[in-house]
């Protein structure tokens, strides 16, 4: 392999891991799959972030 | 809105621009440089001239450079729907989903299958299958775009959807008219040409770089001369489909044609600014006009195909304009809130059990839903709804002046070539090798029209980035933002090394 094919595939592999095992892993988690456990608890979440905080509005 | 952390919106704005502006580097290389090879293989297939496979290995390690270091980086946007548009992402539910599913299974695949034959099959398949290899691996990374950007059309003009107030989600009822959404079909070529536009000023720009270093000036002239043909047609085509965008933002994103022209007062015959500069523009009551060149009635003729049409200003759609039937922001944010009461009235029934007053709200609802985002606003100075003007106006001209010049500089090259002048214009060298920067530039400063021009709006009329935002800390969406930064610089610095020293070696390696 060329010095630049090693090189392309050391980024590849640092880049992914910095992707999926820090920032995923660590700073991005799916809010909606994470803190909620159900469909219901997640359609209430949304009905407060929707409607409940817009009164505060008014 | 006294309950809105502008500070978060603002930072999670930020993050999203910032990662999508660093994306679109990479992307816009990947997209044109994979038909550009393919050409040329098509070329060597045809002609058995061992000179093309020598130009077309040249520009796929380039484009190997450029797409082993991009290659992923989007994933990151939708890692950031998750966690920052956590709302705005069960909001647009399936919507959102199907695209980016589809993008997954046949696209990604299908590229990142033949890109392997691409890279490593020579001699190992026969040139027939390495051709269709080469086809393949243009049209698949094609397709991925297609679906991202049927995607971001949607959001720009909400079809084929139902929101369902039982799941809280926008739902699919067909998907036909979110594929052919019309801001989909322009959005789509008008990106994808202007994509091609960018890899064909990137070719230019390196051949022309070895032509003034006297170096593999042969195959630096065959690359150009392939390159300008499709610099050429594919600047026409982003003109042509940039006026049918043109059209629908009249039809669809009134605000956003107003802001990219800078035009406060509507009027009928309205002249489209070929160069100027906005009037104070810190005004917060709006009362602007524009120094420059104008051409009269040029705006009416591109956004209606009517040179006497009138065009709203941005206090028409304000304040609302009774002769031409444009309704006041007042009036929608007040419909806006009857759909956000209403919803609220039929969540409570349903949960009590009153199926009547239920329908009966819902009924409200639906009537007033196409209004729903402005019920956000209610209370409010409806100038808020107004996007940066200044941003969207400078961007969209920097955008089309560019582009301009981008078709000239194809023609200019292309006959220089043709007079075997090319080698003596060092001029036009230099300008070409500088057109690649500008090229970049031209690329973001559109979606910044796209994008910005098109604010408050995540989802148009339906959903603001204030309520589309997850309430997150802050301080961790500033963390993240300059990881960000410091990771994509990282990549960009390591892909303009890694690609300079390509280069440097030319065509003989």
Do not use: C
């Not at chain 2, 297939?45 to 980086?73: C, H, P, R």
């Not at chain 2, 220089?416 to 230099?430: A, F, G, V, Y």
């Amino acid at each position: 392999m060329s010095q630049h094919g090693r090189r392309l595939w050391l980024i590849i592999m640092i880049k992914l891991f910095i992707m999926f095992a820090i920032l995923k892993l660590f700073f991005f988690p799916d809010i909606m799959k994470t803190n909620f456990k159900s469909d219901k608890e997640r359609v209430e979440h949304i009905e407060k972030q929707l409607i409940i905080n817009t009164d505060k509005q008014k | 809105m006294d309950n809105i952390n502008w500070e978060l919106v603002d930072w999670s704005r930020a993050q999203f621009a910032l990662t999508a502006l660093y994306h679109w580097i990479f992307v816009p290389l990947t997209l044109g440089l994979s038909f550009i090879i393919a050409i040329m293989e098509t070329i060597y297939y045809k002609t058995g001239d061992e000179k093309w496979l020598k130009i077309e290995k040249f520009w796929l390690k380039l484009f190997g450079i450029n797409f082993a270091i991009g290659v992923a980086t989007g994933i990151i946007l939708e890692f950031e729907f998750g966690t920052n548009w956590s709302n705005y992402s069960w909001f647009v539910g399936d919507l959102f989903g199907a695209p980016l599913a589809i993008e997954g299974i046949m696209a990604f695949f299908l590229e990142s299958t033949f890109m392997a034959v691409l890279f490593f099959g020579w001699n190992k398949v026969s040139k027939r299958a390495h051709l269709i290899a080469a086809w393949l691996v243009a049209i698949g990374s094609n397709l991925s775009a297609l679906w991202i950007l049927v995607a971001n059309a949607w959001m720009q003009n909400p079809v084929g959807m139902e929101f369902n107030p039982d799941t809280m989600r926008n739902e699919m009822t067909d998907f036909f008219a979110v594929l052919f959404n019309p801001v989909a079909v322009n959005k789509f070529i008008h990106t994808i040409t202007s994509a091609y536009t960018f890899s064909a000023l990137f070719v230019i720009a390196v051949s022309s770089w070895l032509l003034l270093r006297n170096k593999n000036k042969l195959y630096a002239k065959y690359s150009m001369l392939v390159a300008s043909i499709f610099g050429f047609l594919s600047i026409l085509a982003t003109i042509i489909t940039g006026d049918g965008s043109a059209k629908q933002v009249a039809k669809y994103q009134p605000m956003k044609l107003a802001a990219m022209e800078g035009l406060y007062q509507g009027q009928k015959g309205a002249p489209l600014v070929a160069i100027g500069v906005l009037k104070d523009d810190n005004d917060p009551q709006p009362d602007k006009d524009i120094v420059g060149l104008e051409i009269p009635s040029m705006l009416s003729i591109l956004a209606f195909n009517d040179p006497n049409v009138f065009v709203p200003g941005i206090k028409d759609l304000v304040h609302g304009n009774e002769e031409q039937g444009i309704r006041s922001y007042a009036e929608r944010i007040e419909s806006g809130k009857i759909a956000i009461d209403a919803l609220a009235a039929y969540k409570k029934a349903k949960k009590e059990g009153n199926t009547e007053e239920a329908e009966k709200q819902l009924e409200i609802f639906k009537d007033h839903f196409k209004d729903f985002g402005y019920g956000y606003y209610y209370g409010k100075d409806p100038h808020t709804l107004i996007p940066p003007v200044a941003l969207t106006f400078y961007s969209f001209h920097t955008m089309v002046i560019l582009g301009t010049w981008f078709l000239i500089l194809f023609v200019l090259v292309y006959f220089s070539l043709m007079n075997n002048t090319i080698e003596r214009k060092k001029w036009l060298l230099r300008l070409a090798i500088i057109s690649f920067p500008l090229g970049f530039i031209a690329q973001e400063t559109g979606w910044i029209t796209a994008e910005v021009g098109r604010q408050p709006w995540v989802i148009q009329d339906l959903m603001p980035a204030m309520v589309a935002v997850t309430k997150i800390e802050t301080s961790g969406v500033m963390i993240t933002f300059f990881l960000f930064f410091v990771t994509f610089t990282a990549l960009l610095i390591a892909e303009i090394k890694i690609m300079t020293s390509a280069i440097k070696k030319g065509f003989n390696q």
